[in-house]
């Protein structure tokens, strides 16, 4: 089956820009996930959708990022506008459902200047 | 709320030798246990889990690990290590609800020489 995807794996900007991911699950998960990896640290939950629904958005800085997912597949995360402490790798994640282990995409890798 | 400690930021090793990376959570409720391993550049594929049942647990790649209740602690090993086990190792746990509200520790590097 085919993985995760995401897209850019790489970005650069500038602070204050304003800046999108994109991850497209494994078919058939119902269930996707953001994470949030800062160099040296584990991954960190942003939010969690189930279908096109949010369960978990309680660590997300909704003060600048956003996410959605369109008719439950694909999934978008937005920062606006980015700040230094935003460079990260934010890796998305699906799973069938809250019972399945997660499967990981690669990652878009951010870089704030 | 659960959290996880993994004590060591780096281990080398030689090619060919046993290795040890540990893992000891904190949590007030039953839990379900993961290692995952990160190559660079890339997601985290999991190695392994523990759910139920048997404490020693095997996963892919030759690694397994075991659960200790009582030390709170679940330790991922590995009989010899190759060059290619050279990656990042994140141990995890969730609430035994499920496997959603993964909380992950800050890793550990195991670099592996010839």
């Known amino acids: 089956e085919a993985g995760v995807a995401q897209s850019p794996r790489y970005k650069i900007i500038e602070k204050r820009q304003s800046v999108a991911f994109w991850c497209n699950p494994i078919?058939?998960?119902?269930?996707l996930y953001w994470y949030q990896q800062i160099l040296g640290q584990g991954p960190k939950l942003l939010i969690q959708f189930q279908n096109n629904g949010v369960v978990d958005d309680s660590q997300l800085p909704k003060d600048r990022f956003s996410a959605e997912r369109l008719k439950g597949v694909d999934s978008t995360l937005k920062i606006q506008p980015a700040k230094l402490e935003d460079s990260a790798v934010y890796l998305c994640?699906?799973?069938?459902?809250?019972?399945?282990?997660?499967?990981f995409g690669n990652g878009t890798r951010l870089t704030v200047t | 709320a659960q959290s996880v400690t993994q004590l060591d930021s780096q281990v080398p090793v030689f090619e060919e030798a046993p290795v040890e990376l540990r893992c000891n959570y904190s949590s007030s409720v039953s839990v379900y246990l993961f290692w995952y391993v990160q190559y660079p550049n890339q997601g985290l594929q999991l190695l392994l889990k523990?759910?139920?049942?048997?404490?020693l647990v095997k996963g892919i790649n030759g690694f397994e690990a075991e659960f200790n209740k009582s030390q709170t602690s679940f330790h991922l090993r590995k009989p010899s290590v190759h060059i290619s086990d050279t990656a990042e190792y994140f141990c995890a746990v969730t609430p035994n609800t499920g496997f959603q509200k993964l909380v992950f520790g800050t890793g550990t590097r195991l670099l592996v020489s010839p």
């Open positions: 994640a699906s799973s069938l459902s809250t019972d399945s282990p997660l499967h």
């Open positions: 078919s058939g998960h119902a269930t």
């Open positions: 523990y759910l139920s049942g048997s404490t």
